[in-house]
């Protein structure tokens, strides 16, 4: 009887990690759509741009010279949102509170082959993009001011990616911010009342039934959250806790590669599309305290939900209110599962 | 010296209502774009289109036939994310919690013109918007289950709008959503320790020097607030402390829909272009509990940065950890000044 409630009824689900409730509406996906149409990526790319700012050997808008790289390739972003050496200040005037911010953001090119996406780079590849992951969350981590790395990727132009050669990011910077102080603070409450990681249980029930499990290895988990907010929101889990990414074993990091190739190239079945999303990493803070109690996960974001060119718009309800979705978890992770 | 450091330095900044940060990035805005533009509206509209579902005297979806109405118009969403007389059911199930959600979905036709919006309509017609917002608040308001009516308004495709017929939503349901679960909680700590409203003490302190605040009339201040995510976010707060608007007396409704008119046609001149974004009232819950604390106030999140055609994308580093600007309140609030 739950289960078919939770198909059929407009309900809301509790998300364990941030603390926040989503809206969902199951049987919205009757209502007709006449609203914006994306347009889909004419997606025929050269394997070498001469106009792209990434691609091996060419130049930047800083005058830099891209090396001939021949797998992945990083470095500081030419038009960074954070900075590093700003003086210190606090403004704590009445009701207005600001602070300065250190920082640095990084652009990782996941592969020289200017017509790739993670999608088609075979698990090998992907291994050498997480071996980099790695190395960027040490050194960065390790840095004055840097308690915290964030690594993402926005993919596609309707996720506001801005050139489509295969590329992530990292901004690093002094505070924690919001939405990883959420999922610290609960995790934190929940290790510290059952002596367990919450993620680790939480795969573990999942496991049990396995409607929401989409793709499994040995070491990584690739599951549809019982509280996913967009469409076909995924998130990868390690089954064993790992506060962060730098803890993963030579064969961790495969298997986690092999997820990732597993999920990106699942998602672009869904519309026969390059599958836009952003995907991030939440992982434990560089501040040098205990983070025991973090497991840490990679979410992806896809914003498509009825075809490659009609997304959910997350707008005034959901801004003012509270994330709302029209397909249930349940459905996506089926629907993933049979395409894979 | 503070006032520069907030122009020209990487910083974040604390919104007091709801109790998180955002990040600034001043400097940002000399970054070069390539990534997607936005389609203009085609926007000469004719004032009857036959195919529109909101036009009076128009069959809609489910065979009803709207009214040929004068002014305003509001019913029942042929869609409704939210149902009525769901059986209420609670799952707790390990890690698994999900709760039913009662509530319904209005749509509110604000002019029986199809050409219009608010930023063409004069005070006089979008005061009859302010009134049906009121009775909706308070018929909505009165019926069971329904503890919170959430007003908004998305304005163009961009903001996932799928019909261009002036016109805004009702969502009202048995939850207090995230969002207003926030600024509950903010408002009340504060009025419990000062006996103010804390919205009226800001509105206070930011009318003391003026740099943040667009326009005003006797009831109304028209503001870009410090903690601004939106590239032109603004507020409309009452000078005089109300938890709701149906408390707004008759002269108090005219100096709204003159705000509203104000800021939605300076809106249109900021990029020469009927202007996108997302509205909402956020205002006391219905549940009948004491809200003295609370400050009802209407918020705009344009989505457009650089042009008619350039929108901030909040993705992945502002999904996953903190929102994130390119100008500063400040920028915003000067060039509003100006177009007024
Ligand atoms: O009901 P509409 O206007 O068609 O739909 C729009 O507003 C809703 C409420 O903000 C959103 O959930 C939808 O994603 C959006 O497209
Ligand atoms: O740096 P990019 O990829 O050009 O920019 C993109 O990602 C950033 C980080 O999520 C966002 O702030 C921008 O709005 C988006 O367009």
């Known amino acids: 009887i739950q289960k078919e409630v939770l198909q059929n009824q407009s309900h809301k689900r509790f998300n364990i990690l941030t603390g926040e409730w989503i809206l969902v509406s ?28 990434l691609c091996p050997g060419n130049t930047r808008a800083n005058g830099e010279v891209n090396p001939e790289y021949t797998d992945t390739y990083s470095f500081t972003n030419d038009f960074a949102a954070l900075q590093t050496d700003n003086a210190p200040f606090a403004i704590n005037d009445g009701l207005l509170r600001a602070e300065s911010e250190q920082g640095t953001c990084r652009v ?3 592969s020289p082959d200017h017509s790739k996406s993670l999608a088609d780079m075979d698990t090998e590849a992907i291994v050498k993009v997480v071996s ?10 390790h840095k004055k001011d840097i308690n915290y790395v964030q690594i993402f990727e926005n993919k596609g132009a ?7 050669h295969p590329h992530g990011q990292i901004w690093a910077q002094s505070s924690i911010p919001n939405e990883v102080g959420k ?62 990414i730098g803890q993963l074993s030579e064969t961790e990091r495969i298997s986690f590669a092999d997820a ?11 519309f026969d599309c390059s599958f836009p999303y952003s995907a991030g990493i939440h992982q434990a803070p560089t501040d040098g305290k205990d983070y025991d109690h973090w497991h840490w996960h990679m979410s992806f974001y896809p914003p498509l ?19 709302q979705r029209d397909i249930t978890a349940e459905t996506a ?8």
């Open 26 to 53: 199951p049987h919205r996906t009757k209502r007709p759509w006449q609203g914006q149409q994306e347009k889909t990526a004419a997606d025929v790319r050269p394997s070498y741009d001469k106009d792209c700012y």
């Open 108 to 110: 990782i090119c996941f």
């Open 132 to 141: 980099l992951w790695q190395e960027e969350y040490h050194s960065l981590g």
């Open 158 to 164: 309707v996720m506001g990616c801005s050139n489509p």
């Open 183 to 244: 999922k610290d603070e609960r995790q934190k409450a929940y290790y510290t009342a059952n002596g367990k990681s919450l993620l680790g249980e939480y795969v573990r029930q999942e496991s049990s039934n396995k409607e929401r499990i989409v793709y499994e290895n040995d070491d990584m988990v690739v599951l549809v959250p019982f509280w996913a907010v967009w469409p076909f929101e995924t998130m990868i889990v390690p089954k064993k806790q790992q506060a962060h």
């Open 260 to 270: 990732l190739h597993f999920i990106t190239a699942t998602y672009d079945k869904v």
């Open 305 to 323: 939900l009825r075809s490659a060119t009609v997304k959910k718009f997350m707008v005034g309800y959901e801004m003012f209110a509270m994330p």
């Open 333 to 340: 992770a089926q629907r993933l599962r049979e395409l894979a």
